[in-house]
Protein backbone atom coordinates (compact mmCIF):
# COMPACT_ATOMS: atom_id res chain seq x y z
CA UNK A 1 0.00 0.00 0.00
CA UNK A 2 1.41 3.59 -0.81
CA UNK A 3 2.14 5.70 1.84
CA UNK A 4 -0.70 8.37 1.05
CA UNK A 5 -3.05 5.98 0.43
CA UNK A 6 -2.20 4.58 3.48
CA UNK A 7 -2.83 7.91 5.59
CA UNK A 8 -5.66 8.20 3.68
CA UNK A 9 -6.82 4.68 5.22
CA UNK A 10 -6.14 5.32 8.42
CA UNK A 11 -7.77 8.73 8.62
CA UNK A 12 -11.13 6.94 7.07
CA UNK A 13 -10.72 4.00 9.48
CA UNK A 14 -10.24 6.70 12.50
CA UNK A 15 -13.44 8.90 11.40
CA UNK A 16 -15.75 5.64 11.24
CA UNK A 17 -14.25 4.58 14.76
CA UNK A 18 -15.30 8.18 15.84
CA UNK A 19 -19.00 7.82 14.42
CA UNK A 20 -19.49 4.80 15.50
CA UNK A 21 -18.27 5.44 19.32
CA UNK A 22 -20.90 8.66 19.15
CA UNK A 23 -23.59 6.86 17.98
CA UNK A 24 -22.99 4.16 20.62
CA UNK A 25 -22.88 7.00 23.18
CA UNK A 26 -26.20 9.01 22.03
CA UNK A 27 -27.92 5.37 22.48
CA UNK A 28 -26.54 4.89 25.63
CA UNK A 29 -27.79 8.29 26.68
CA UNK A 30 -30.81 8.02 25.74
CA UNK A 31 -31.86 4.17 26.55
CA UNK A 32 -32.53 3.59 22.58
CA UNK A 33 -35.32 5.98 22.34
CA UNK A 34 -35.63 8.85 20.16
CA UNK A 35 -32.32 8.01 18.35
CA UNK A 36 -33.93 8.08 15.03
CA UNK A 37 -32.95 4.34 14.13
CA UNK A 38 -35.33 1.68 12.93
CA UNK A 39 -35.10 -1.40 14.43
CA UNK A 40 -36.33 -4.63 12.99
CA UNK A 41 -37.49 -8.08 14.80
CA UNK A 42 -39.09 -5.81 18.01
CA UNK A 43 -42.85 -5.18 18.46
CA UNK A 44 -42.32 -1.73 17.75
CA UNK A 45 -43.41 -0.03 14.10
CA UNK A 46 -41.12 0.00 11.09
CA UNK A 47 -41.77 2.52 8.84
CA UNK A 48 -40.13 0.00 6.41
CA UNK A 49 -42.11 -2.96 6.94
CA UNK A 50 -43.46 -4.72 4.14
CA UNK A 51 -47.24 -4.85 3.03
CA UNK A 52 -49.30 -8.05 3.57
CA UNK A 53 -50.08 -9.56 0.35
CA UNK A 54 -53.21 -11.05 -0.50
CA UNK A 55 -54.29 -12.67 -3.31
CA UNK A 56 -57.88 -12.63 -4.67
CA UNK A 57 -59.51 -15.20 -6.65
CA UNK A 58 -62.50 -14.11 -8.79
CA UNK A 59 -65.34 -16.18 -9.80
CA UNK A 60 -65.36 -15.18 -12.95
CA UNK A 61 -63.62 -12.55 -15.38
CA UNK A 62 -62.95 -9.08 -14.77
CA UNK A 63 -67.00 -7.22 -15.10
CA UNK A 64 -69.08 -5.06 -12.99
CA UNK A 65 -70.29 -8.24 -11.06
CA UNK A 66 -66.51 -7.52 -9.13
CA UNK A 67 -65.99 -3.39 -9.33
CA UNK A 68 -65.91 -3.00 -5.80
CA UNK A 69 -62.63 -4.90 -5.84
CA UNK A 70 -60.88 -3.07 -8.79
CA UNK A 71 -62.24 0.23 -7.01
CA UNK A 72 -60.79 -0.53 -3.94
CA UNK A 73 -57.18 -0.93 -5.82
CA UNK A 74 -57.39 1.42 -8.19
CA UNK A 75 -58.05 4.09 -5.71
CA UNK A 76 -55.20 2.68 -3.33
CA UNK A 77 -57.78 1.56 -0.26
CA UNK A 78 -56.15 -1.54 -0.23
CA UNK A 79 -52.31 -0.30 -0.01
CA UNK A 80 -53.78 2.62 3.32
CA UNK A 81 -55.03 -0.64 4.86
CA UNK A 82 -51.01 -1.88 4.63
CA UNK A 83 -52.12 -4.51 2.00
CA UNK A 84 -50.59 -5.43 -1.26
CA UNK A 85 -53.38 -6.90 -3.12
CA UNK A 86 -53.27 -9.05 -6.55
CA UNK A 87 -57.02 -9.77 -8.46
CA UNK A 88 -57.26 -12.77 -10.25
CA UNK A 89 -59.70 -13.18 -13.02
CA UNK A 90 -61.56 -16.28 -13.04
CA UNK A 91 -63.07 -18.48 -15.95
CA UNK A 92 -65.23 -21.30 -17.15
CA UNK A 93 -62.24 -23.76 -15.96
CA UNK A 94 -61.28 -22.27 -12.26
CA UNK A 95 -62.77 -23.22 -9.48
CA UNK A 96 -62.26 -20.30 -6.72
CA UNK A 97 -62.64 -22.59 -3.70
CA UNK A 98 -59.72 -24.90 -4.93
CA UNK A 99 -57.35 -22.21 -5.84
CA UNK A 100 -57.59 -21.04 -1.89
CA UNK A 101 -57.72 -24.43 -0.75
CA UNK A 102 -54.58 -25.00 -2.38
CA UNK A 103 -53.03 -21.96 -1.73
CA UNK A 104 -52.87 -20.23 -4.77
CA UNK A 105 -55.16 -17.53 -3.48
CA UNK A 106 -56.09 -16.08 0.04
CA UNK A 107 -59.70 -15.71 -0.42
CA UNK A 108 -62.11 -16.05 -2.90
CA UNK A 109 -65.58 -15.14 -4.65
CA UNK A 110 -68.24 -17.85 -5.04
CA UNK A 111 -71.75 -18.59 -4.88
CA UNK A 112 -72.64 -19.92 -1.03
CA UNK A 113 -73.76 -22.59 -2.43
CA UNK A 114 -70.67 -24.24 -4.24
CA UNK A 115 -68.49 -23.07 -1.22
CA UNK A 116 -70.93 -25.47 0.89
CA UNK A 117 -70.20 -28.35 -1.61
CA UNK A 118 -66.96 -27.75 -1.05
CA UNK A 119 -66.49 -27.50 2.25
CA UNK A 120 -68.51 -30.67 2.67
CA UNK A 121 -65.38 -32.43 0.70
CA UNK A 122 -63.04 -31.08 3.84
CA UNK A 123 -61.77 -28.42 1.93
CA UNK A 124 -60.73 -25.84 5.06
CA UNK A 125 -62.85 -23.25 4.16
CA UNK A 126 -64.58 -20.77 5.87
CA UNK A 127 -67.02 -17.27 4.75
CA UNK A 128 -66.11 -14.08 6.01
CA UNK A 129 -68.14 -11.70 4.29
CA UNK A 130 -71.42 -12.35 2.08
CA UNK A 131 -70.83 -9.41 -0.60
CA UNK A 132 -74.35 -9.85 -2.37
CA UNK A 133 -77.32 -9.64 0.20
CA UNK A 134 -79.84 -10.80 -2.65
CA UNK A 135 -79.88 -13.12 -5.45
CA UNK A 136 -79.99 -12.24 -8.80
CA UNK A 137 -81.27 -15.46 -10.34
CA UNK A 138 -84.74 -14.92 -12.06
CA UNK A 139 -87.26 -16.73 -14.74
CA UNK A 140 -88.25 -14.33 -17.83
CA UNK A 141 -90.69 -15.45 -19.75
CA UNK A 142 -92.23 -13.60 -22.77
CA UNK A 143 -95.85 -12.62 -21.90
CA UNK A 144 -97.27 -14.21 -24.92
CA UNK A 145 -95.71 -17.80 -24.19
CA UNK A 146 -99.10 -18.11 -21.45
CA UNK A 147 -96.85 -18.00 -18.65
CA UNK A 148 -97.92 -15.15 -15.96
CA UNK A 149 -96.66 -17.31 -12.80
CA UNK A 150 -94.97 -19.63 -11.31
CA UNK A 151 -97.77 -22.34 -12.30
CA UNK A 152 -97.96 -21.39 -15.76
CA UNK A 153 -94.36 -23.32 -16.44
CA UNK A 154 -96.26 -26.62 -16.44
CA UNK A 155 -96.26 -28.04 -19.61
CA UNK A 156 -93.46 -25.58 -20.66
CA UNK A 157 -89.81 -25.59 -21.67
CA UNK A 158 -88.02 -23.78 -18.94
CA UNK A 159 -83.80 -22.96 -19.41
CA UNK A 160 -80.82 -23.31 -16.87
CA UNK A 161 -77.10 -23.38 -16.89
CA UNK A 162 -77.05 -26.47 -14.56
CA UNK A 163 -73.80 -27.41 -13.41
CA UNK A 164 -74.67 -25.72 -9.52
CA UNK A 165 -76.90 -22.98 -10.82
CA UNK A 166 -80.38 -24.81 -10.89
CA UNK A 167 -81.23 -25.55 -7.44
CA UNK A 168 -82.83 -21.90 -6.46
CA UNK A 169 -85.17 -23.10 -9.73
CA UNK A 170 -85.56 -27.04 -8.10
CA UNK A 171 -86.58 -25.38 -5.17
CA UNK A 172 -89.54 -22.98 -7.39
CA UNK A 173 -90.85 -25.89 -8.91
CA UNK A 174 -90.98 -28.01 -5.43
CA UNK A 175 -92.70 -24.73 -3.82
CA UNK A 176 -95.64 -25.02 -6.36
CA UNK A 177 -95.30 -29.24 -6.59
CA UNK A 178 -93.79 -29.02 -10.35
CA UNK A 179 -91.96 -32.42 -11.10
CA UNK A 180 -89.43 -31.25 -13.54
CA UNK A 181 -89.19 -34.92 -15.35
CA UNK A 182 -92.98 -35.13 -15.56
CA UNK A 183 -94.75 -31.69 -15.58
CA UNK A 184 -92.55 -29.37 -17.62
CA UNK A 185 -89.20 -29.79 -19.58
CA UNK A 186 -86.57 -28.71 -17.89
CA UNK A 187 -83.70 -27.86 -20.13
CA UNK A 188 -79.40 -27.19 -20.65
CA UNK A 189 -79.38 -23.58 -21.30
CA UNK A 190 -76.57 -22.09 -23.33
CA UNK A 191 -74.69 -19.26 -21.86
CA UNK A 192 -76.18 -16.90 -24.48
CA UNK A 193 -79.60 -16.36 -24.20
CA UNK A 194 -80.51 -17.35 -28.34
CA UNK A 195 -82.46 -20.11 -27.42
CA UNK A 196 -84.84 -17.80 -25.68
CA UNK A 197 -84.76 -15.04 -27.91
CA UNK A 198 -85.79 -17.58 -30.77
CA UNK A 199 -88.26 -19.64 -29.07
CA UNK A 200 -86.84 -22.62 -28.27
CA UNK A 201 -87.17 -21.98 -24.42
CA UNK A 202 -90.31 -20.45 -22.73
CA UNK A 203 -88.82 -19.47 -20.11
CA UNK A 204 -85.10 -18.82 -19.38
CA UNK A 205 -83.04 -18.33 -16.30
CA UNK A 206 -80.89 -14.84 -16.19
CA UNK A 207 -78.99 -13.13 -13.81
CA UNK A 208 -80.82 -9.15 -13.37
CA UNK A 209 -77.37 -7.89 -14.10
CA UNK A 210 -76.25 -9.80 -16.82
CA UNK A 211 -78.74 -12.28 -19.44
CA UNK A 212 -81.73 -10.29 -18.03
CA UNK A 213 -79.61 -6.92 -19.60
CA UNK A 214 -78.74 -9.13 -22.41
CA UNK A 215 -82.57 -10.04 -23.41
CA UNK A 216 -83.54 -6.25 -23.32
CA UNK A 217 -80.19 -4.78 -25.53
CA UNK A 218 -81.66 -7.43 -28.24
CA UNK A 219 -84.98 -5.49 -28.44
CA UNK A 220 -87.35 -7.42 -26.43
CA UNK A 221 -89.39 -4.70 -24.40
CA UNK A 222 -89.66 -4.90 -21.02
CA UNK A 223 -93.23 -5.16 -21.23
CA UNK A 224 -93.45 -8.22 -23.43
CA UNK A 225 -91.18 -9.70 -20.16
CA UNK A 226 -93.06 -11.86 -17.24
CA UNK A 227 -90.35 -12.01 -14.71
CA UNK A 228 -90.21 -14.43 -11.96
CA UNK A 229 -87.86 -13.61 -9.03
CA UNK A 230 -86.68 -15.94 -6.62
CA UNK A 231 -86.16 -13.66 -4.10
CA UNK A 232 -89.79 -12.45 -4.18
CA UNK A 233 -90.79 -16.68 -4.19
CA UNK A 234 -88.88 -17.25 -0.84
CA UNK A 235 -86.76 -19.75 -2.72
CA UNK A 236 -83.17 -16.91 -3.06
CA UNK A 237 -79.96 -18.74 -2.00
CA UNK A 238 -76.92 -16.30 -1.47
CA UNK A 239 -74.45 -15.43 -4.53
CA UNK A 240 -71.89 -13.88 -4.26
CA UNK A 241 -69.76 -14.03 -0.94
CA UNK A 242 -65.72 -13.85 0.44
CA UNK A 243 -64.31 -17.12 1.62
CA UNK A 244 -60.91 -17.67 2.98
CA UNK A 245 -58.51 -20.64 3.46
CA UNK A 246 -59.02 -21.60 7.10
CA UNK A 247 -55.31 -22.31 7.75
CA UNK A 248 -53.87 -18.91 6.27
CA UNK A 249 -57.55 -17.11 7.92
CA UNK A 250 -55.62 -18.59 11.58
CA UNK A 251 -52.65 -16.23 11.28
CA UNK A 252 -54.03 -13.97 8.99
CA UNK A 253 -57.22 -12.18 11.07
CA UNK A 254 -56.56 -8.77 10.85
CA UNK A 255 -55.32 -8.79 7.35
CA UNK A 256 -58.48 -10.24 6.16
CA UNK A 257 -60.68 -7.91 8.15
CA UNK A 258 -58.10 -4.67 6.16
CA UNK A 259 -59.08 -6.44 3.23
CA UNK A 260 -62.87 -6.75 3.95
CA UNK A 261 -63.15 -3.40 5.15
CA UNK A 262 -60.71 -1.62 1.89
CA UNK A 263 -63.53 -3.60 -0.36
CA UNK A 264 -66.41 -2.27 1.07
CA UNK A 265 -65.38 0.75 0.72
CA UNK A 266 -64.60 0.08 -2.78
CA UNK A 267 -68.13 -1.21 -3.28
CA UNK A 268 -69.43 1.95 -0.81
CA UNK A 269 -67.44 4.13 -3.76
CA UNK A 270 -68.74 2.01 -6.85
CA UNK A 271 -72.29 2.03 -5.37
CA UNK A 272 -72.21 5.62 -5.00
CA UNK A 273 -70.66 6.70 -8.45
CA UNK A 274 -71.28 3.56 -10.77
CA UNK A 275 -69.86 5.55 -13.94
CA UNK A 276 -66.32 5.93 -12.51
CA UNK A 277 -66.29 2.32 -11.42
CA UNK A 278 -67.03 1.13 -14.69
CA UNK A 279 -64.62 3.15 -16.15
CA UNK A 280 -62.18 1.13 -13.95
CA UNK A 281 -63.20 -2.11 -14.14
CA UNK A 282 -63.23 -0.93 -18.51
CA UNK A 283 -59.56 -0.98 -17.80
CA UNK A 284 -59.46 -4.58 -16.86
CA UNK A 285 -61.96 -6.11 -18.87
CA UNK A 286 -60.52 -8.48 -22.22
CA UNK A 287 -60.56 -5.91 -25.16
CA UNK A 288 -63.89 -5.98 -27.07
CA UNK A 289 -65.45 -8.69 -24.32
CA UNK A 290 -68.07 -6.58 -23.62
CA UNK A 291 -69.34 -2.71 -23.98
CA UNK A 292 -69.31 -0.09 -21.09
CA UNK A 293 -73.12 0.37 -21.76
CA UNK A 294 -73.67 -3.68 -20.70
CA UNK A 295 -70.80 -3.11 -17.59
CA UNK A 296 -72.76 0.44 -16.68
CA UNK A 297 -76.41 -1.49 -16.42
CA UNK A 298 -74.56 -4.62 -14.75
CA UNK A 299 -73.13 -2.57 -12.08
CA UNK A 300 -76.33 -0.45 -11.50
CA UNK A 301 -78.12 -3.94 -10.94
CA UNK A 302 -75.24 -5.39 -8.75
CA UNK A 303 -75.79 -2.40 -6.07
CA UNK A 304 -79.47 -3.66 -5.69
CA UNK A 305 -78.33 -6.57 -4.47
CA UNK A 306 -75.05 -5.57 -2.33
CA UNK A 307 -77.43 -2.63 -0.91
CA UNK A 308 -81.10 -3.07 -1.16
CA UNK A 309 -83.80 -0.65 -0.86
CA UNK A 310 -84.28 -0.20 2.90
CA UNK A 311 -80.66 -1.62 3.86
CA UNK A 312 -78.67 0.77 6.32
CA UNK A 313 -74.96 1.09 4.19
CA UNK A 314 -73.45 0.17 7.91
CA UNK A 315 -74.75 -3.27 7.20
CA UNK A 316 -73.33 -3.88 4.06
CA UNK A 317 -70.92 -7.52 3.93
CA UNK A 318 -72.66 -8.91 7.11
CA UNK A 319 -73.72 -12.07 6.68
CA UNK A 320 -77.42 -13.23 7.65
CA UNK A 321 -78.07 -15.73 9.17
CA UNK A 322 -81.59 -17.05 8.40
CA UNK A 323 -80.22 -16.73 4.60
CA UNK A 324 -77.24 -18.46 5.07
CA UNK A 325 -79.47 -21.41 7.16
CA UNK A 326 -82.07 -20.98 3.91
CA UNK A 327 -79.68 -21.45 1.70
CA UNK A 328 -78.12 -24.28 3.04
CA UNK A 329 -81.48 -26.10 3.25
CA UNK A 330 -82.20 -25.71 -0.11
CA UNK A 331 -78.57 -26.91 -0.74
CA UNK A 332 -79.26 -30.16 1.29
CA UNK A 333 -82.85 -30.56 -0.37
CA UNK A 334 -81.83 -30.93 -3.40
CA UNK A 335 -78.56 -32.98 -2.94
CA UNK A 336 -76.18 -30.23 -3.51
CA UNK A 337 -74.45 -31.41 -0.09
CA UNK A 338 -75.13 -34.95 1.57
CA UNK A 339 -75.48 -33.90 5.20
CA UNK A 340 -76.76 -30.78 6.65
CA UNK A 341 -74.24 -28.26 6.48
CA UNK A 342 -72.19 -27.25 10.02
CA UNK A 343 -73.31 -23.81 10.20
CA UNK A 344 -70.71 -23.11 13.14
CA UNK A 345 -68.05 -23.73 10.63
CA UNK A 346 -69.17 -22.59 7.34
CA UNK A 347 -69.38 -19.03 8.29
CA UNK A 348 -67.77 -16.63 10.92
CA UNK A 349 -68.65 -13.13 11.71
CA UNK A 350 -65.39 -12.40 13.64
CA UNK A 351 -63.80 -10.87 10.34
CA UNK A 352 -67.13 -8.48 9.62
CA UNK A 353 -66.56 -7.70 13.54
CA UNK A 354 -62.76 -6.75 12.67
CA UNK A 355 -63.13 -5.18 9.81
CA UNK A 356 -66.42 -2.72 11.44
CA UNK A 357 -64.04 -1.60 13.68
CA UNK A 358 -62.32 2.05 12.77
Known amino acids: MGQHVQRAYSRAVGLGVLVLTLMLAGCAGNGGAGSGIAVEGTDGADSRAQPAEVRLQLKWVPQAQFAGYFVALDKGYYEEEGLQVEILPGGPDIVPEQ???????????DWVASLLAHQEQEMPLVQIA???????????????????????????KVGNWMGGNEFEVLALFDKYQLDPAKDLEFAKQGFTMDQF???????????TYNEYQVVLEQGVSADELIVIDMNDEGVAML??????????????????AKFVRAS?????????????????VMKQ????????????KMMEEVAKLILPNGMDAARMGQIDDAMFKQTADIAHQFGVIKQPADLEKA????????????
Open 99 to 109: QVASGAADIGV
Open 130 to 156: QIFQKSGLVLVAKKDSGIDSPVGLKGK
Open 197 to 207: ISGELDAASAM
Open 239 to 256: EDNLFANGDWLEGNKETA
Open 264 to 280: LKGWKDAIDNPEEAVDI
Open 285 to 296: AEQGSTSREHQL
Open 347 to 358: YTHEIMELASKP
